[in-house]
């Protein structure tokens, strides 16, 4: 079975840019969330989304965005890029409930100039 | 008070030794426990999850759950070099929280031959 899949692998933007990341969960997987994890830490919980609605978000700005389409993939998105957004996004998919283990994509690695 | 500490490191093992890594959490409502191996440079990697009180086992690995006090660890046995990673602690709330994980910050263990 392929794994979760996130895309770009990698992304260097300037600060005030706006950016994308993609997300496609585990076959059958109807629920993805989105981390923030910057070097040195723990993921940090951003958004949860199942059956395209959201179910949970993280204690981060109103510039960070994301949805979740028909078939599960999911998109974040980022307004207004700070230095201190620099950090590897990583996307995990689950098949749904709360207590089902989360598998990680590869992330993206972000770089603010 | 972090919501999720594990015990600080980094943790340094002889190869074929045991290595014990701890965690505590502060949620009484906490339902799901996970721990994640985390390779450098890459994505976290589910290892185990742990639901009840008791220990579980798979292969070298032993998690042990107690809600009382609010403790869950892992143990590895024989440990070999390719084990030499960072292991991250995970917990879910469960009901509305859905699927937020909340993580510690990570043990660092290097096993040397």
């Known amino acids: 079975d392929t794994g979760v899949t996130q895309s770009p692998t990698h992304l260097i933007k300037t600060r005030g840019q706006q950016v994308t990341l993609r997300c496609s969960p585990i076959s059958g997987h109807k629920s993805v969330s989105w981390y923030q994890q910057v070097l040195g830490q723990g993921p940090q919980f951003i958004f949860q989304y199942y059956e395209k609605e959201e179910r949970g978000r993280g204690n981060f700005p109103d510039r960070f965005s994301a949805r979740q389409f028909p078939n599960y993939s999911s998109e974040l998105n980022v307004n207004a890029l700070l230095l201190g957004d620099s950090a590897l996004y990583l996307c995990?998919?689950?098949?749904?409930?709360?207590?089902?283990?989360?598998?990680f994509g590869d992330g993206t690695r972000l770089s603010i100039l | 008070q972090k919501e999720v500490e594990q015990n600080s490191g980094p943790l340094s093992v002889p190869e074929g030794a045991i290595a014990s890594l701890n965690c505590t959490y502060s949620?009484?409502?906490?339902?799901?426990f996970f721990w994640y191996r985390q390779y450098s440079g890459k994505s976290p990697e589910l290892i185990m999850s742990?639901?009840?009180?008791g220990d579980k086992e798979d292969g070298r690995f032993t998690a042990q759950l107690n809600k009382a006090s609010q403790y869950v660890s892992l143990l590895i046995r024989d440990s070999q070099p390719s084990d030499s990673a960072t292991y991250l602690c995970?917990?879910?709330?469960?009901?509305?929280?859905?699927?937020?994980?909340?993580f510690g910050q990570g043990t660092i263990l290097t096993v040397h031959p």
């Open positions: 995990a998919s689950s098949y749904g409930t709360s207590n089902q283990p989360q598998h």
């Open positions: 949620d009484r409502g906490s339902q799901s």
């Open positions: 742990i639901y009840s009180n």
């Open positions: 995970a917990v879910s709330a469960g009901g509305t929280s859905y699927g937020k994980l909340t």
